[in-house]
């Protein structure tokens, strides 16, 4: 019973033990107590005094327990209850006292090195003691232990100690009195100062456990909770939406404010951490007054998942209800914020995804329901991004995210597999038809996916912080492929194509011990940087920028044109090459608006002193139109598709034999002449 006592214990916010301690005096014609106390709250031992004659002991100790609880303002009070009892004179085994409980509990252990037995294993002896006192077990303690000495140091009969109806009592049999018919010896009511030094000891036992007990349930709380707005965190709200959505209907929705990273430029962190409580404070009313309104059937939960991406649980709706749900909850919380006086138009988006569809019908585990309608709002809020403010989970929308999730998942494989391949895209003077050099594409055949382009994995990779090893993969094939036709007597450069967030403070060291280690000239490498990501991360791009020109090698813009790079950043930029997007160029056979953004970008780089690449020349009048406009490389399907290593040095000794200079010992430049029409692959296919 001692265990349902401490559990009632552990379930109230605030806590009181009291523990009386009451010796009743005998007297031949009248009775009093002398009625003792000691409160704990806590760890924090608090004594009370208090004298009172009465009756019964246990009246006058309920009575104090009831003022101490009005007191502390306590939900619960544990009472201890001592009196005097018969005692059973019971001898016990070795220098042992027993404190026989009804189901005994460590937190009550009242002395050190205590220990129990039980009813069936205990000695004859304490067996009939125990079953006169209906125990099933019993707890000893070693005599040595101070808390069973008395004041005079003489160690302390055996006490009772039972648990019943929330009430905890402590009986001590008492020593010396009269003696009984026959002779022997009954006990003479004592006040021991021992007995108060045990009940002391229980206190603070049970007032520890308390305390423990409160600070364990207040951990359990607070890793549910997010610290900065009191709100459910991610671990929190699966719980509660395992609860809500019980019965197998519902919806979740995930919010995003997408005004996190504006406030924070403009009004710093501390501004940003302010937003994000403003936003948490929106979203609770928000769900608080639609569960008054009754807008939508079911309770509202509100968690907050990371920056001001917050999630909402609905239950007891369908499909078509939670998305109507949905564009009211946007609607109320799309309203202005007003931060140190300044407005700020929340963008806010809504993925829902709703329970009882198919795939999820059949669900009935409550918590895997909870995480795949997670999901599935996460994937809708994606779509929502790209597509409008409040959008539903679809299942096109799933098998993209399957494909991303096999996309993330394959990466580490395919490199040691051999699934990632690199591509080589050759790149021609349009002066002199010769070739320059390659650029490397890396390509991603996936087992189970297929042929993937790098415009599908590469955002991927670059989203989940694993560019830089797609980025270092392809830097080590590309100097290998380099490092072999230099060995054949062909001297061609080598492109690379990075992204920003490889452009950390160790990435110079990554590529110069890369060169070193193929024993490939650093002229022969350029890397490229497109343009849009170096004008965004210019402060974290530029420093590792320089030091690779300080290596030799060349840096080229790519993509450029469709960035927002003003001429005067761009001329502070370490670069050798522009290379102007395919966009453009595609669309000089068509649109003469085109025609001249490519002309000028020509005249630009040629007056910053840039060489200038066309990037998508798939046409013979677009080649003709570059070159008179005077652009310095041509790239495209004109000139070759990308190709595997070796199906490059085919194309490269085609083209040797079609009549250009051989490239042997020498090192003399091979040309490149576009025949009418040629088959796809082969030297100038289309």
Known sequence: MTGPVLASVAAGAVCLLVVVAAALRASRRRRSSDLRTLGAVGRALAAHASRRGADDGRIAARAVAEALRVRYDARRVVLAVASVVEYAGVPLPGDVRAVDLVAPDEAFSPARGASRW???????????????????????????????????????????????????????????????????????????????????????????????????????????????????????????????????????????????????????????????????????????????????????????????????????????????????????????????????????????????????????????????????????????????????????????????????????PAVTDGHLRVHYQPTVSLEGRTVLGVEALARWEHPELGALLPDEFVPVLEATGQIGGLTRFVLDEALAAARRWLDRGRRLSVAVNLSVGSLDDDFPEVVAAALTRHGVPPELLTLEVTESGVSVERDQALPALRRLHALGCRLA?????????????????????????????????????????????????????????????????????????????????????????????????????????????????VRWSPPAETAPGTPGAA
């Open 118 to 412: 039980h009813r069936r294993t205990a000695p004859p002896a304490v067996r009939g003691w125990m079953a006169a006192r209906r125990a099933t077990e019993v707890l000893v303690a070693p005599v040595a232990a101070p808390e069973l000495y008395d004041a005079a140091g003489e160690p302390m009969s055996s006490h009772v100690v039972r648990a019943r109806r929330g009430v905890v009592e402590i009986h001590d049999p008492g020593r010396g009195g009269s003696r009984r018919p026959g002779g022997r010896a009954r006990p003479r009511p004592s006040v021991v100062r021992g007995e108060l030094a045990l009940l002391a000891t229980i206190a603070r036992q049970v007032g520890a456990e308390v305390e423990n007990t409160r600070l364990e349930a207040r951990l359990r709380r607070d890793a549910h909770l997010d610290p900065q707005t009191r709100l459910l965190n991610r671990s929190g709200f699966l719980q509660a939406c395992a609860r809500e959505l019980g019965d197998g209907t519902g919806a979740v929705a995930v919010v995003s404010f997408g005004l996190l990273d504006q406030v924070n430029d403009t009004l710093g962190h501390a501004g940003g951490e302010h937003f994000v409580a403003l936003a948490a404070r929106r979203l609770g009313a928000v769900c608080d007054s639609v569960r008054a309104a009754s807008v939508a059937p079911g309770a509202r939960l509100a968690a907050r998942l990371e920056g001001d991406t917050f999630a909402v649980v609905v239950a007891g709706v369908d499909p078509g209800t939670a998305k109507l749900s949905a564009e009211e909850m946007r609607e109320h919380l799309a309203r202005p914020l007003l931060l140190e006086g300044i407005p700020f138009e929340a963008p806010v988006l809504v993925g829902v995804a709703a329970a009882g569809v198919p795939g999820l019908a059949g669900e009935r585990d409550p918590h895997a329901l909870a995480s795949r309608l997670l999901a599935r709002a996460d994937v809708a809020l994606t779509a929502a991004r790209a597509a409008g403010p409040v959008r539903c989970y679809e299942p096109s929308m799933g098998e993209r995210a399957d494909r991303r999730l096999a996309v993330i998942r394959g990466f580490g």
């Open 557 to 669: 813009v790519d993509d450029f044109g469709t960035g927002q790079s003003s001429l005067a950043h761009l001329r502070r930029l370490p670069v050798d090459t522009v290379k102007i997007d395919k966009s453009f160029v595609l669309g000089m056979g068509t649109e003469s608006g085109d025609v001249a953004v490519v002309r000028a970008i020509v005249e630009m780089g040629h007056t910053l002193g840039l060489t200038v690449v066309a990037e998508g020349v798939e046409s013979a009048a677009v080649r003709t139109a570059l070159a008179e406009m005077g652009c310095d490389v041509a790239q495209g399907y004109l000139v070759s598709r990308p190709l595997p290593a070796g199906c490059l040095e085919q194309w490269l000794d085609a083209l040797a034999e079609a009549g250009g200079a051989a490239q042997g010992a020498e090192g003399g430049p």
